[in-house]
DNA sequence: GCCCACTGACTGAATATTCAGTGAAGATGT
DNA sequence: ACATCTTCACTGAATATTCAGTCAGTGGGC
């Protein structure tokens, strides 16, 4: 009986690795060809596996690509609880999470792997879904941080709900320019730009986030 | 000869007028399906045409896609003149780029459209192209306002470039939020939210930008 | 011996693109 | 003014291709 639950757990385990392996397959392959170029052929050529395997364990391509984007959305959101959550002052909390936002390249994963998403969202409601609440786990967080620099007295606004919304909301338009590599942008300022705003809405002076790196 | 001339010119319009007419019948399309779940033939049915017809003026679907798209961006491109060199204090001109930047509905076609396009620029260079100049034409038109306004000692910046950076990619991100239906965000909000950050940027007192409707 | 993950050939539908043909509008010649 | 010729926007059916999804069969491990 308990080797038998071993036995079976074992081949549980197996069927998991392989649905993560295809999963992550998909997810190579979008960012690659897009969410709507995306072939199965493809994701199957990329795991080195028939074409049959992957209806065997996802009944459609559209469930493939929609466990993949949540997959994906569950790991950033628990990377945001864990900045959120994280050690330091206020201060070098939310430096750390603007710093998190910023694309870590051009083509970061992240970001390309969501403003697909977005455009797909549009009309379909469960992707919609699926983003949205990738947006508000890392709007909640700089909420919280910039919640308790207020507490702390670090920081000064009277209403860290908005700073926060309008913080995020900017990180996105400067994510959007530097992934789409827009000219007159890159890395470097989107977080200066981040850094001079979160600066100006709380009421610190200027240089002070640009000081507070770990 | 001259009638011969007329003649002609009269057929070259018809031609004109058909193109214009399925360009607008292909935006249509892809507002309701996207960009990337367009079919020829939907294009053809709403314009009550042969799906060779299609063909017979755009080489192929991408064509008509790309000169659509190029085709909108062109017309906001020229309307973004239009507000910039439009009348009134740099205050009212402000207020007044920021009120256009404001999606008109949850689904505002240009929005849509643009949402749609930045995904497909990211692996179309074209596409990319386009969306960036569209872009850059709204932030040119940001700065000559804030440029303006600065001269008139109506602004305080040591940075105007840098500020529209700032504001057009705050307005993108509360764009998409609002076109996205994201909860707790909405036109109303969208627009004070703007006025917040610019207030805070232009070294303006809370409120101003609030009494400068037209 | 049975389960079940897996294969790979196959089907059928969707859909972009092509093309031969049509008719009306305009050009040309008288 | 008339007849004839030419052009060309347009049709609709044929074609070709691409793919998602199916299914009968296989083999290794419990």
Do not use: C
């Amino acid at each position: 009986m308990v080797q038998a639950n071993a036995a079976r757990t074992s081949r549980q385990e197996q069927v998991e690795l392989r649905r993560a392996e295809l999963l992550e397959a998909a997810k190579q392959v979008v960012l690659e060809r897009g969410l709507s170029h995306t072939r199965v052929a493809d994701v199957a050529a990329a795991t080195r596996v028939s074409g049959g395997l992957i209806h065997y364990h996802f009944a459609t391509k559209d469930v493939l690509l929609t466990e993949m984007l949540r997959t994906e959305a569950e790991r950033d959101i628990a990377k945001a609880r864990r900045l959120a959550t994280g050690t330091g002052t206020a201060l070098q909390r939310l430096d750390r999470v603007m710093r998190e936002f910023v694309p870590s390249s051009r083509n970061d994963q992240t970001w390309v792997l969501w403003i697909d998403a977005w455009g797909a969202g549009l009309r379909d409601e469960t992707l919609r879904t699926i983003s949205e609440e990738l947006d508000a786990a890392w709007n909640e967080m700089l909420f919280v941080v910039i919640s308790d620099g207020v507490a702390a007295g670090d920081f000064v606004t009277d209403n860290p709900r908005a700073v926060a919304d309008r913080i995020s909301a900017l990180l996105d338009g400067l994510g959007l320019r530097v992934t789409l590599q827009r000219p007159g942008i890159n890395r470097k300022q989107m977080h200066e730009h981040a850094r001079v705003v979160a600066e100006l809405e709380l009421g610190l002076t200027a240089g002070s986030l640009a000081s507070a790196s770990t």
